[in-house]
């Protein structure tokens, strides 16, 4: 079954400084990865997406990830954070539901990202 | 930009109560979903639908829950008698179909309140 596993349920960072947000998946097959964000009171926002085109994905509000398959592993990056990027922080994968119409997504626990001035 | 959209925002019920959360998925996509996100826990898969049909529900998505595409835009989940462990904010989402069914759009959700 896929699973992700987002390593810190807080990170704290100061403001022009990069950010970090460490996953890890797990997935029998080369996996769809996402990073949502969810800023307080507001929906969820898709950043980027990964499905096995370029292992280097950039996202908006200059957020990037790379899909490393030898680690397992799909971090979020940002090299200097912003006060507007303080939010929580979702990695996703896609359900691997091939005799489905529809691919459900899996959630991850959550990153909270403050950003201190 | 097209976007999901849900209502009501907010919404407080007494238990028992019947509730229908509302949700316009953006206009080509042609697959629809509802997640649910307890307070302080994971965003949970509640049930997909293609095709006027349930394509997958979640063990949660019990007989309480329904979901109708009632027209060519709305989508609805319905839950009949509330219970104090719905509360939760629920999210609606839709993916395009052939071309990128697996990117999800995402509503800003309803919170929805049993009491």
């Known amino acids: 079954a896929q699973s992700v596993t987002q390593l810190d349920s807080h990170v704290s960072v100061s403001e022009g400084t990069p950010v970090l947000l460490r996953c890890n998946y797990s997935?029998?097959?080369?996996?769809?990865l996402f990073w949502y964000v969810q800023h307080p009171n507001k929906g969820l926002q898709l950043l980027l997406k990964?499905?096995?085109?370029?292992?280097l994905v950039k996202g908006i509000n200059g957020f990037e990830a790379e899909f490393k398959k030898s680690e397992t592993s799909f971090h979020l990056t940002k090299p200097s954070a912003h006060m507007s990027d303080a939010a929580e922080y979702f990695c996703?994968?896609?359900?691997?539901?091939?005799?489905?119409?529809?691919?459900?997504?899996?959630f991850g626990t959550g990153t909270l990202l403050a950003v201190q001035p | 930009e097209p976007e999901v959209t849900q209502t009501p925002s907010h919404q407080v019920t007494q238990m028992g109560q019947e509730v229908i959360l509302r949700c316009v998925p953006i206009?080509?996509?042609?697959?629809f979903y509802w997640y649910r996100q307890i307070l302080g826990q994971k965003v949970e898969f509640l049930v997909s639908?293609?095709?006027?049909?349930?394509?997958?529900k979640s063990e949660i998505f019990d007989d309480q829950f329904s979901v109708e595409r009632p027209d060519g835009s709305n989508f609805t989940l319905k839950i009949r008698s509330t219970k104090l462990e719905d509360s939760a904010m629920y999210f609606c989402?839709?993916?395009?179909?052939?071309?990128?069914?697996?990117?999800?759009?995402f509503g800003p959700g309803t919170r929805l309140l049993v009491l």
């Open positions: 989402a839709s993916s395009e179909g052939d071309r990128d069914q697996e990117t999800q759009y």
């Open positions: 997935s029998s097959y080369s996996p769809s």
């Open positions: 990964y499905t096995s085109a370029a292992t």
């Open positions: 996703v994968v896609s359900d691997e539901n091939y005799g489905g119409a529809t691919n459900k997504l899996i």
């Open positions: 206009s080509n996509h042609l697959y």
């Open positions: 639908f293609y095709n006027n049909e349930i394509s997958e």
